[in-house]
């Protein structure tokens, strides 16, 4: 089969890595892609495109005669790429632009909790200030003001500053107000084509900027799979309690949920509880779970795009662990530095998430916030983070920071769900 894979960070260049080692993909199209993708084996071209533009993907797709388009990101969905693809006969993995709204409304996303009851915080959409403070005050601190619409990971205050929660509701708009949730986070994909759904590995990200969570939210900094501290049974309960009762809401709304379901998850005293719901892979979650997936990956999902996922066989995993770590840009989180040559990328295992091609001498340059992905694989998870801890610190880029503390904790058995 021949792929189209939309997108250009380090989502998709784990991605493109994956559908290029299954032997069923002949052939991958990336759009825009980057220059990591542009050097995996088996990708044919990149090509320029507005992601985001249902015509211009569909057109593409037909163009390049592809049996599959793969969506990475978020604003493509939300813009009814898969649909206008799909109008042309052609499959998408990604939701339809009704369904995405489980990522791309905060306020659709409560929504479809409650009629599902699913497990989550209490939550109040507020549009003004008044109703905002009544919110915050009635939940406390930590406050936890969400904007409702896309934000790129990073449209979350949680703060005890009730001044910033409100000034940050202000500047969005119409925010979801919430109840604090107390526990570590576990990120769990599931693949479905709306009626089966099969869970990968649960991984962990780490939002903050810096090392032992201090700082703002960032797109994600780091991730690890799988995950040692988690209790026995925890991918079951959740697929019961939480993405079944979801998938069945989707479809008795007449919009079902086919593509990537991503639950975040906080592991409270109370159980497990969704923090959010998103509509494609996670980044950079996806780098450590795809390098343990072992089934190939492009017959996986082309199954979730054409309904035939009930009859695909059970995944296999590879042994022991993965882990990322990200390279970002000076100032990141905030607007970044671009344009700083970088050494040290061309290894295996160096996944770019935002990077350019100096046209002039074909140099790599840093172009966005998250720059590169130290991502490694070993037998044990400290092995994995000691690999891409070596990666990372092959890497020279002006002013770059990244966090030494991903998956730390785990390795140490240092993680612990409230009783
Ligand atoms: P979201 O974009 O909804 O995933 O939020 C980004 C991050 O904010 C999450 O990964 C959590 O670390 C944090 N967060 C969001 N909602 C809550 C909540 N109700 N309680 C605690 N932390 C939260």
Redesign the pocket.
Known sequence: MRVLLLGGGGREHALAVGLCADPSVEGLIAAPGNPGIAGVAGVAELRAVDVADPAAVAALAVETGVDLVVIGPEAPLVAGVADAVRAKGIAAFGPSAEAARLEGS?TFAKDVMTAAGVP??R?YTCADEASTAAALDEFGP?Y?V?NDRL?A??????TDDRAAALAHAAECGRVVV?????GP?VSLFVVTDGEAAVPLLPAQ?F??VGDGDAGP?TGGMGAYAPLPWTPSGLVDEVMADVVHPTLAEMRRRGTPFAGLLYV?L?MTAAGP?V??F?ARFGDPETQVVLALLETPLGGLLHAAATGTLADHPPLRWRDGAAVTVVVAADNYPGTPRTGDVITGADRPGMIHAGTARRPADGALLSAGGRVLCGTATGPTLAAARDAAYALVGGIGLAGSHHRTDIAAAAVDGRITIPR
């Open positions: 905060k989550t915080a939550a930590p936890v969400k934000a990971g990073k449209g979350v205050v949680v919430e109840e604090y949730l107390a986070e990200d939002k903050r939210n975040g906080a509880r923090i959010e998103n």
